[in-house]
């Protein structure tokens, strides 16, 4: 079954750090670009940002809302993708979703998606 | 950024009627070397996880059912449930990936008149 796990998450202090993980199975994820997607309680849905493949060059790009606190990265041999979050914010606070950039030919679609794991920012 | 913006923001059809959901963005999300709206929608349930349902604006997605259906070109989009069910009661989001960073509409909770 094709399917990606979400881990991680948990209730940090604001300014602290956590990290994500999304574990895929079923599919050969080296060959898709990963993504992360978030949504706040009662809330819509909020793009966080990607991590092309590595015949891409394993570039990433962000949303602004994250940009220079959250990264990702990817670990193909384990078959995991990352999202390090720093410097976090109480506005950060949010389930995250861990989904897969479709292939050809829904390209850069998010065709498939974790359960989600919950990231709660509060003193 | 590309805005997208959803119309209603809520809506009420009868088991069995037709229901119908707008998107709007906020510049061409029709991309001209394929000729292909990149524009998406999703379907997420209470409690689960969103679900593509169509890409390119009006291809299903496997495994979808047939009543569902887009349609649409250039900024103006439409997602038509032909004959509401039960389990069609969701909220509906559609997504531009035409350019990053990806959008999302707001969401379209639809539920049973």
């Known amino acids: 079954e094709v399917q990606v796990v979400e881990s991680g998450g948990g209730l940090v202090q604001p300014g602290r750090s956590l990290r994500l993980s999304c574990t895929a199975s079923?599919?050969?994820?080296?060959?898709?670009?990963m993504s992360w997607v978030r949504q706040a309680a009662g809330k819509g849905l909020e793009w966080v940002g990607f991590v092309r493949t590595k015949v891409d060059g394993g570039t990433t790009e962000y949303a602004a809302s994250v940009k220079g606190r959250f990264t990702i990265s990817r670990d193909d041999s384990k078959s995991i993708a990352y999202l390090q979050m720093n410097s976090l914010k109480i506005e950060d606070t949010a389930v995250y979703y861990c989904?897969?950039?479709?292939?050809?030919?829904?390209?850069?679609?998010?065709?498939?998606w974790g359960q989600g794991t919950v990231v709660t920012v509060s003193s | 950024d590309i805005v997208m913006t959803q119309s209603p923001d809520s809506l009420a059809v009868s088991l069995g009627e037709r229901a119908t959901i707008n998107c709007k963005s906020s510049q061409s999300v029709l991309y001209s070397s394929n000729n292909k709206n990149n524009l998406a929608w999703y379907q997420q349930k209470s409690g689960q996880p969103p679900k593509l349902l169509i890409y390119?604006?009006?291809a299903r997605e496997s495994g979808v059912p047939d009543r569902f259906s887009g349609s649409g070109s250039g900024t103006d989009f439409t997602l038509t449930i032909s004959s509401l069910q039960a389990e069609d009661v969701a909220v509906y989001y559609c997504q531009q990936y035409y350019s990053t960073p990806y959008t999302f509409g707001q969401g379209t909770k639809l539920e049973i008149k």
């Open positions: 989904a897969r950039l479709g292939g050809h030919p829904r390209l850069n679609t998010f065709d498939i």
């Open positions: 079923g599919f050969t994820v080296a060959d898709y670009a």
């Open positions: 390119w604006a009006s």
